[in-house]
């Protein structure tokens, strides 16, 4: 049969209980020509039966409370809740905490993209021809299916997209399922790349996630690789508010962006250059000497010793083994004499460190090494980044490099930074060159400073999950008690430790035995990848060596030991898609992986609410409940430092169950399979024992977690019960309110990178436990780290920040592709909402300078194909005066089924990873879950444009 007929939500004109809420409209008999049929018509619209509390569980960092009203079993429609308490009095509240996506999310929940039943392909995939079929006979096939690809490749050729979307509840779901048997989770950060690679680096972190109101305390502001106008709608608001406090707000961006619109000043910069800029202005500082040295000789590695000849810190095993660890660095004196470091602390006590000295030291082979420091490797570094050499590299004027040097020196100065920098091939040595002008400012750590990151803070109940065998509070107390002592025995190995240094260690060993790896040896082994990534023409010409060769080296080397799955000898065979939507995301374009992974798996599931790009081309579709329709949390971020519930307001639609339901089915129906084919134990690839004849138990833990009200209840209150809210919490007080500010940052790594006090009266302050407690960072040096040691950095030259112009990732052309999140949807999420497609032109755009585009005969409007070596796509062009020449922006979100051919702006993009991120066990530089990985890049690719009919 073909795809079954898509239902528009009806239009809710019944009538209404006795327990319904409409409000008086004041004046209503002065309002001409407003009689009583015309305003009771106006109040039945409005009028419901009931109310929860909402929020929207997808990749957006607003945890925003809405008040979602119903009538006759149906959500009539939703509301910011604007319950938010004020923090500060001298801060404004973040009220009303909203947008235009989640105040139209009910449309959704009745489009025509929604999916009601189990649907199977029946033709060829990406056919469209579907026939909806029983769950009971979609959940015994895929676990035939299953139990085949752990029998003939083994589990670890059973494969899941780790997703950001769904909120908690369905994240614990599939990851548990995963867990059970033995199969592989693609790191959700190395599939989307959020991850600021140049934070971890100069941080071993990327926490710097003050919440949303310190913004409020800045007195500059520098949108730099953002675009909040578009993208930080619910707490936007603080950037004006900061202004008309007296702040200066400064948009840097190579085109005249949404943001740069309620801007004191705009600065115009080339795509990718933005260290150039970055590290002239960090010249300037220095040179004028209006840097701040004690922040700088506190807070980094730039006092510290490094040996001449091979670039190398000096460290304890070099001078004294039998006194000193390895990772023993030495600051020295204006004598040039070595002083130890402490690895405890920031403080400087009773020294008089030198930053520009020389010295020598006797190394234990016998020889004699001269030293310099950082700080004057630096100094070496900034003379060719002059602001008249700069210039010439970014485009910004040589004034205006000083001018702004000079402001971040005097002013408490925040970065207001997105995702943006991180998807830039050199985007680590933008955001090192960014950190490093910060460092020299002293601006974090204090109110209204630092570069805006991410932390997921708060949520130790969810953490906790894992480590639980049944439900209740003694359980709990066990686990923390748990947790505990393995932190204070990892401390007895490393006194200088902090909780946060012992934490990252905890879950670093946790590594071994979980299911998460970094995507990048999946994309090499079995997406594709492997050609683009070797192409020496689109690749960096500073590499000594092909791809192929870091990438086998690094391998050989055991960096990645583990985490190289599914490795190049097994097949994937079950690739499961739990609100991911590759074929839309990938960068590489569909084309990639549908001509070299998809023709090698048997069996492809998506579980969604919704017929995305990826479900079209699935073997099963399992539709999940969306939000309003079942219990969940959102994750928890800093940005707001709240948590967020949403209730099950009305029944899910159609056949829907939540993922946690699909899993538990799947659970029981594995176990049903597995006993019938007398296949019930086997060895994960760790050579771990797995079971399948009780892993319907095992999941629910033995009968403990049926439901998801159970299990977002036991979340509630085990973070109650570990500190992060208040004692005694439970889903029925959350219910009353649907948020609640979090009272602590848990005893989890995640949290503590905020390294700040979470205060009740006072905005959360990042960073400030380094500034004022002394608490070192968790880097090798434990020092905000601009030096990387490394010999494959020293190597590339990039031991220290610097500028390197974006390769021709695509070819030699003569534009720079861009993008962004767009303002019209969280992703692709929304794009089939009608209510959001009426408020812009419903279609993608390639936004192009309007000059550039008559040159070259393209009309508004007109379709246009973009094109490069790599593929093409072909939209619709707008004209704009805003766009820098040379640049073309086409904002993210839009389902390759609204472009021609299906091919949409990702086909264009190779991916490139860059081979620098292959290193791992040095220091910070390790892989933990959604953190230090490979990840592909996809801003700056080089293209051509031209009218469709002539184009390429």
């Not at 310099?372 to 490099?401: D, H, K, N, Y």
């Not at 007398?678 to 095992?698: N, S, T, Y």
């Not at 780290?785 to 031991?799: K, L, N, R, S, V």
């Not at 794009?831 to 812009?840: D, F």
């Amino acid at each position: 049969m073909a795809a079954p007929e898509l239902q528009q939500h009806p239009r809710r004109t019944n009538s209404v209980t006795e327990n319904s809420g409409a409000a008086d409209i004041p004046g209503e008999t002065d309002t001409p020509g407003a009689g009583p049929a015309s305003l009771d018509s106006y109040r039945d619209a409005f009028k419901w039966d009931s109310a929860a509390w909402g929020t929207h569980c997808l990749n957006c960092l607003g945890t925003c409370p809405y008040r979602v009203y119903v009538k006759d079993g149906e959500v009539l429609f939703e509301e910011p809740g604007g319950n938010i308490e004020q923090v500060s009095e001298d801060v404004p509240d973040m009220n009303p905490l909203g947008c235009q996506k989640g105040c139209s999310w009910s449309a959704q929940l009745y489009g025509e993209d929604r999916i009601l039943k189990p649907l199977k392909r029946s033709g060829e995939r990406g056919e469209g021809k579907w026939e909806e079929i029983s769950w009971d006979q979609a959940l015994t096939e895929i676990a035939d299916a299953i139990i085949d690809a752990i029998d003939d490749e083994g589990p670890e050729s059973v494969v899941f997209e780790e997703t950001v979307e769904g909120g908690l509840a369905a994240w614990a779901a599939y990851l548990r399922f995963a867990s059970l048997i033995g199969a592989v989770t693609l790191d959700a950060n190395g599939l989307i790349n959020d991850f600021p690679t140049g934070q971890h680096m100069t941080f071993g972190k990327f926490a710097c996630a003050s919440t949303a109101d310190d913004t409020f305390h800045s007195k500059l502001i520098l949108i730099w690789h953002a675009n909040p106008a578009y993208t930080s709608i619910p707490y936007f608001h603080y950037i004006p508010e900061a202004r008309y406090a007296g702040a200066r707000v400064i948009t840097i961006a190579p085109d005249y962006s949404p943001s740069a619109v309620g801007a004191d000043e705009y600065v115009s910069v080339i795509p990718g250059t933005d260290a150039a800029l970055a590290l002239a202005m960090t010249k300037v500082v220095l040179d004028e000497g209006i840097a701040d040295y004690d922040f700088i000789k506190s807070q980094t590695d730039l006092p510290f010793a490094v040996i001449k000849e091979s670039g190398r810190f000096l460290r304890g095993t070099d001078v004294d083994p039998d006194k000193y660890r390895d990772d023993q660095f030495f600051w020295l004196d204006s004598a040039g004499t070595l002083i130890p470091a402490p690895r405890g602390s920031l403080a400087i006590e009773d020294v008089a460190i030198d930053l520009e000295a020389a010295g020598k030291a006797k190394l234990t082979d016998g020889s004699e090494a001269e030293l310099t420091t950082v700080f004057s490797l630096l100094r070496e570094r900034l003379a060719q980044f002059t602001p008249e050499a700069a210039s010439e590299m970014c485009g910004v004027a040589p004034s205006t490099i000083e001018h702004l040097a000079r402001l971040a020196a005097e002013n408490s100065t925040k970065i207001i930074e997105g995702f943006n920098a991180a998807k830039y091939y050199h985007g680590d040595l933008m955001e090192r060159s960014m950190c490093l002008l910060l460092a020299v400012t002293g601006n974090w750590g204090r109110p209204g400073s630092g570069i805006q990151g991410l932390a997921l803070a708060g949520m130790d109940g969810y953490m906790m999950f894992p480590m639980k065998q049944r439900r209740g509070l003694d359980e709990t107390a066990r686990v923390l008690d748990g947790v505990e002592g393995a932190m204070e025995a990892l401390k007895e190995q490393d006194p200088d430790a902090s909780d946060e240094i012992v934490g990252l260690d905890l879950l670093s060993r946790g590594v071994a035995a979980g299911s998460a790896t970094p995507p990048v040896f999946f994309n090499y082994y079995h997406g594709g990848y492997e050609e683009p990534w070797n192409n020496a023409e689109w690749g960096d010409p500073t590499m000594k060596r092909s791809f192929d060769e870091y990438f086998k080296d690094a391998i050989g080397r055991g960096w990645w030991g583990g985490l190289v799955r599914p490795d190049d000898v097994t097949d994937p065979q079950v690739f499961f898609c739990v609100g991911t939507n590759p074929l839309r995301r990938s960068r590489g374009g569909r084309k990639r992986f549908l001509e070299t992974l998809w023709p090698n798996l048997e069996t492809i599931v998506t579980v969604d609410n919704r017929m995305s790009s990826t479900a079209a081309w699935s073997d099963y579709v399992l539709p999940a409940a969306m939000q309003y329709e079942r219990p969940n949390l959102q994750y928890a971020v800093t940005h707001t430092f709240r948590l967020a519930f949403s209730d099950a307001a009305v029944e899910p639609r159609g056949d829907s169950k939540t993922e946690w339901e699909i899993f538990k089915m799947l659970s029981e129906k594995v176990q049903e399979r597995a006993i019938a084919r007398d296949f019930v134990e086997f060895q994960d690839g760790r050579r771990q024992p797995k079971r399948l004849d009780d892993i319907a138990e095992q999941f629910t833990y033995k009968g403990a977690f049926e439901t998801d009200e159970v299990i977002v209840d036991e979340w509630i209150r085990d973070c109650g019960m570990a500190g992060t809210l208040p004692d005694g919490v439970s889903i029925e007080r959350i219910r009353e309110t649907g948020t609640m500010r979090f009272s602590g940052l848990g005893i989890f790594a995640s949290g503590l990178a905020v390294a700040a006090d979470a205060k009740k009266d006072k905005p959360l302050n990042a960073y400030s436990w380094h500034t004022e407690k002394h608490v070192p960072f968790p880097t090798l040096t434990r020092r905000a780290q601009f030096y990387i040691d490394h010999p494959w950095f020293i190597e590339a030259g990039e031991e220290l920040p610097t500028h390197k112009p974006p390769p021709n990732a695509g070819g030699e052309q003569p534009f720079a592709l861009t993008s962004g999140h767009s303002r019209w949807t969280v992703h692709a999420v929304s794009m089939g909402n009608r209510m959001l497609l009426e408020t812009h032109r419903a279609e993608p755009l390639v936004v192009i300078n309007e000059r550039e585009a008559r040159e070259r005969e393209i009309g508004d409007g007109s379709m246009v194909k973009v094109f490069n070596d790599h593929g093409d796509f072909e939209a619709p062009a707008k004209l704009s005066g805003r766009i820098r020449p040379g640049q073309v922006v086409v904002y993210n979100g839009f389902e390759p089924h609204m472009f021609k051919d299906w091919k949409g702006q990702n086909e264009v993009e190779p991916g490139l990873v860059k081979w620098l991120h292959l290193v791992a066990r040095y220091g910070h530089l390790r892989y933990l879950p959604f953190g230090w990985q490979p990840v592909p890049s996809d801003r700056a690719v080089r293209v051509d444009i031209a009218p469709a009919e002539a184009g390429g």
